[in-house]
Structures are given as C-alpha cells and as structure tokens.
C-alpha cells in the first residue's frame, strides 16, 4: 500500500499539481493580504478624515471585516445617514460580538438617536463583555441617570470611576447636579469614602465657594499634598473665605498667637510663589530688589532688605502679608526699621487694607527715615471695620507728586508683629 502511494505522490503529475496548488493559495494569500491591507488604509481613512466614500470601498473590499463597517457606519452618521448608520454597525457587532468597543459604539448612536431603550440594551451587551472596564459603565451610568434610574446609575458611574480615576471630578460634578448643591447628598451619591476622592470633592467644593464643607472634607484626610493644600488655601481666598483658608494654610506650621504676623523676623526664605498667608513677595518690580540680610538684624538671625535704584511704582507693595483680624477691634502693627541714603518723593511706608472688596486704607505707618543707620522701632493702631475678617499688611512706596517719582537707596526691615488691643475702639 505504502509503495502504490509512494508512487502516486512521485508521479510527475501530482507533483505538478501540488506546486501548482501552493502557487495558487500563495497568490490568493498575497491577493487577500493586498485586499485587507487596501480596505485598511480606506478604514484609516474613513475614520480619520470622516469620508464616507472610503468607508463603503472598505465595505466593498471586505465585507466580512467588522473594522470595514464600523468605519462606514462612522462615515454614514458625519452625513447624518444615522439609520444607515446604525445598520452597519449591527453588522460589525454580528461579525465580532465579543468586542465590547462595538456595542459601545452601537449604544451611543443608538442614544443619540433617541432611542433610550436600544442604547440600554447594547450598552448592557458592553457591559457583559467588559464589566471591570470605566466606558461601558460610564455610558450605561450616564444613561441611565438621564432616565431618573438614580441609583442604578450611580452604581454604575461608581465603579467607572473607581476604574478610571480620572473620571472622579465627572462623577462628582453628576452628584452635585443630581443633589441639586446638596453637598451631604452628593457625598453620598459619589461615596466619598477613598482619600483619592476626598481630595478630589475637597478641591471641588472649594471652587463652588463652599468654605465649611471644603474645611471638614480637608480634615478627614489623612495625607494631603502640599500642592493640593496651596490650592484650597488659594480657591478660598479667593471667594473670601479667610478663615477657613488659615485653618488649611497653618497646617504643621507654628503661628505665634501673640504676634499674628508669621515670620515677622523674615527668617524663612521668601518665595515668589508664597501663597496663604505668608509674606508675599510681588513679581517685576522695576528697579526694586529683595534679598534676605543675615549681617544686619534687628532680632533673630536676619532682616529684610530691600534696594532702590530707580523709577519704581509705588503700588502694589512689595512685600505684604495677609491675616486674620477680628472685625469692629482695634489692632496695633510694630516693626523695626533702618535705612541708608534713601532718596525719593515718596518714601516706603507700611501699610494695612481691608483684605476683601476695594481693600479700603485702614491705617499706615509714618515715611520710614531717609537715613537712619541705627535701627528705629515704629508702630502705629487701626480699626477693623465691621464684617471685615482678614486684612492685608504690605509695605510700599508714598504716592509721588510728580512722575516719573524714582527712588534709590536701601531699607531694612524687621520684628513684624501685630497685636490686638484690649479695648474695643470707642465711638
């Protein structure tokens, strides 16, 4: 038998036939790469430029390949052939039914289209075949919310956003839309029950201005940046939240109660970017130099210098430092000062204003000396007008009466401090 077979495979003419065979399937292999790899590039094509032309050649080139009538079906819906569109995508999806990308896709035409009912269902079938992926869900989730299911919605939306972290501030932003500002709601609808998400509600609270909230979501997290924390101090600050805004900003830091001014001896470095209630140092300020001075000090181991060499304006200050204050109490600012060979039409003064509103002038220090190499020791009281909370304490130059008003020399400055008097202001 072995030998009758071994004689029919050597035969000429099987041997022929076999070669002509594997030509035959190499060419229609190479044919169906070619094929393919053409109805590909309609495919990029078709989805990248939104042309519905490459779309259906890709169709026509292989029309069993589910890529080649997804990209028709996304040319057809840019032409607004939304039905058509939807056709072709069920025939993608009947070609590769495990693929999750294509029921979604299904589903979010289906509920562009209006049709809430066949969305759920094709979203399900997302679900199903990815149910730990963030897409599926979210869309299911937003879906169903649209649809007043609120609780199977925010099951899903949850564990999307558990997922993919990065959908934290979306779910958030439902919650709040959902509980209508409720903030305690919207804690539950989100469950902020993660130190990631407490951060994230924490930062979102503090932009809607919701100061208290934004203080008791701070305080239940164990470990918050430095970067995050800069940016609450700032968000409150800026809807005038003072108080809660120190409570953010002192963290592990030692405020001295009998002085209120931090650093008042300028011993830690001064930054540009110092926010919260530090002192702040003013960007570009022609002609206006600061640098720490550990060879003059009035206390503590530096000072304060600040160098004149030109025209320079005389607002905003260049230094300032905002802080608490009690409203309708009278507050006394002391500071040490020495200066060399100052020489101007407006000489630096120290200032406080109002930290909310139009910072109304609340009081200021006499011009500081031109020419005092000895330090002098000055201080000066205000009234904190009622409903005021915080004020600013800055240091600048007098107003000049002519322009342009340049001033040169240097001053030192040391030993902030500011006190509140026992005694209400009498009227």
């Given at each position: 038998?072995?030998?009758?077979?071994?004689?029919?495979?050597?035969?000429?003419?099987?041997?022929?036939?076999?070669?002509?065979?594997?030509?035959?399937?190499?060419?229609?292999?190479?044919?169906a790469a070619a094929t393919l790899g053409l109805s590909r590039l309609f495919v990029r094509y078709a989805i990248g430029m939104g042309d519905p032309a490459a779309g259906k050649q890709?169709?026509?080139?292989?029309?069993?390949?589910?890529e080649s009538h997804l990209a028709n079906a996304e040319g057809l819906s840019i032409t607004g052939q939304h039905l058509e569109a939807i056709t072709e995508l069920e025939r993608a999806v009947a070609l590769r039914p495990?693929?999750?990308?294509l029921w979604l896709s299904l589903g979010l035409?289906?509920?562009?289209?209006?049709?809430?009912?066949?969305?759920?269902?094709?979203?399900?079938?997302?679900?199903?075949?990815?149910?730990?992926?963030?897409?599926?869900?979210?869309?299911?989730?937003n879906l169903l919310l649209r649809t007043g299911q609120y609780e199977a919605a925010f099951t899903d939306l949850n564990q999307a956003a558990r997922s993919e972290p990065e959908l934290i501030p979306n779910l958030i932003d439902l919650a709040w839309a959902v509980s209508k500002g409720d903030s305690k709601l919207t804690e539950q609808l989100a469950q902020i029950n993660t130190e990631q998400m407490g951060i994230a509600f924490a930062r979102f609270l503090a932009r809607q201005g919701n100061a208290t909230e934004t203080l008791t979501q701070f305080h239940a997290i164990r470990v918050v940046p430095g970067g995050i924390r800069r940016e609450l101090v700032e968000q409150l600050l800026a809807k005038d939240a003072f108080k809660e805004a120190f409570e953010i900003w002192k963290g592990e830091q030692t405020i001295e109660a009998a002085t209120l001014i931090y650093d008042g001896g300028f011993e830690a470095p001064l930054t540009f970017d110092q926010g919260g209630f530090g002192w702040r140092v003013t960007r570009s300020l022609p002609a206006v130099a600061l640098a720490m001075d550990s060879s003059k000090a009035h206390s503590g181991s530096k000072s304060l210098r600040v160098e004149f060499s030109g025209d320079s304006s005389t607002e905003p200050p260049f230094v300032s430092q905002l802080m608490l204050a009690e409203s309708s109490r009278r507050y006394r600012v002391s500071f040490a000062a020495r200066s060399e060979d100052v020489v101007s039409g407006g000489l630096p003064v120290v200032v406080v204003r109002a930290a909310a509103g139009i910072?109304?002038?609340?009081?200021?220090?006499?011009?500081?000396?031109?020419?005092?190499?000895?330090?002098?020791?000055?201080?000066?009281?205000?009234?904190?007008?009622?409903?005021?909370?915080?004020?600013?304490?800055?240091?600048?130059?007098?107003?000049?009466?002519?322009?342009?008003?340049?001033a040169f020399g240097a001053i030192w400055l040391d030993s902030f401090s500011m006190e509140q008097m026992k005694q209400n202001r009498e009227r």
């Amino acid at each position: 038998m072995q030998t009758t077979l071994h004689r029919f495979a050597s035969h000429p003419a099987v041997r022929l036939s076999g070669v002509l065979v594997a030509i035959a399937f190499s060419i229609w292999t190479i044919q169906a790469a070619a094929t393919l790899g053409l109805s590909r590039l309609f495919v990029r094509y078709a989805i990248g430029m939104g042309d519905p032309a490459a779309g259906k050649q890709a169709v026509r080139l292989t029309p069993m390949d589910p890529e080649s009538h997804l990209a028709n079906a996304e040319g057809l819906s840019i032409t607004g052939q939304h039905l058509e569109a939807i056709t072709e995508l069920e025939r993608a999806v009947a070609l590769r039914p495990s693929d999750y990308t294509l029921w979604l896709s299904l589903g979010l035409l289906r509920d562009q289209l209006g049709d809430p009912s066949a969305a759920l269902a094709a979203f399900d079938e997302a679900v199903k075949r990815a149910p730990f992926y963030s897409q599926p869900r979210w869309q299911r989730g937003n879906l169903l919310l649209r649809t007043g299911q609120y609780e199977a919605a925010f099951t899903d939306l949850n564990q999307a956003a558990r997922s993919e972290p990065e959908l934290i501030p979306n779910l958030i932003d439902l919650a709040w839309a959902v509980s209508k500002g409720d903030s305690k709601l919207t804690e539950q609808l989100a469950q902020i029950n993660t130190e990631q998400m407490g951060i994230a509600f924490a930062r979102f609270l503090a932009r809607q201005g919701n100061a208290t909230e934004t203080l008791t979501q701070f305080h239940a997290i164990r470990v918050v940046p430095g970067g995050i924390r800069r940016e609450l101090v700032e968000q409150l600050l800026a809807k005038d939240a003072f108080k809660e805004a120190f409570e953010i900003w002192k963290g592990e830091q030692t405020i001295e109660a009998a002085t209120l001014i931090y650093d008042g001896g300028f011993e830690a470095p001064l930054t540009f970017d110092q926010g919260g209630f530090g002192w702040r140092v003013t960007r570009s300020l022609p002609a206006v130099a600061l640098a720490m001075d550990s060879s003059k000090a009035h206390s503590g181991s530096k000072s304060l210098r600040v160098e004149f060499s030109g025209d320079s304006s005389t607002e905003p200050p260049f230094v300032s430092q905002l802080m608490l204050a009690e409203s309708s109490r009278r507050y006394r600012v002391s500071f040490a000062a020495r200066s060399e060979d100052v020489v101007s039409g407006g000489l630096p003064v120290v200032v406080v204003r109002a930290a909310a509103g139009i910072k109304l002038q609340l009081g200021r220090s006499a011009p500081l000396s031109k020419g005092s190499r000895d330090w002098q020791v000055s201080s000066f009281e205000f009234d904190v007008p009622a409903e005021t909370t915080a004020v600013l304490v800055g240091v600048q130059r007098e107003s000049c009466a002519t322009s342009p008003c340049p001033a040169f020399g240097a001053i030192w400055l040391d030993s902030f401090s500011m006190e509140q008097m026992k005694q209400n202001r009498e009227r």
